[in-house]
């Protein structure tokens, strides 16, 4: 184990975990990215034997907490977009920036849908495309994050 990079795994976890419980309203609000899920999805890119699909199952139901809906509803749609995210891994540090960028994107979406399905079920009424926006600056501050230093294992430096 390295004990530094799984210090900076939890140091990242629980400072996008406060991000998530800032308190956003209006258009900061719908537009706010899934700070949780951008964070996994980095450390199972970049060190995927510490960060795995175990670890967004469980980041996802503090989630679950936070958020006060349907229990286990954000764990799943965490551990499903961590399992894609785990099977491409290998395939994604290859990948060009622009296809790592649509890669995530991609991931984020998924993540949305089934969260979008689960709250259908639950009873909430439909929602527009504007639900999806949050995908949109989730990746736009992915390119951001990995432009300024995050080195996520690809061919380049800067997504």
Known sequence: MHPS???SIYLSLILAFICLLLPWSGLTLQLRPDFLLLVIIYWLIRAPNLCN???AWFVGLFVDLATGGTFGQYALAYTITAFFA???QRRLVLFNGTQQLFYVF???IISQVILLILKTFAGAQLLGWAYF????????LWRIA?????KTGGRSRGI
């Open 5 to 7: 990079k799984l210090k």
């Open 53 to 55: 699909v175990g670890t």
């Open 86 to 88: 785990v099977i491409y």
């Open 106 to 108: 991609l991931l984020l």
């Open 133 to 140: 926006l949050p995908s949109v600056t989730g990746v736009l």
């Open 146 to 150: 990995v432009t300024f230093g995050l």
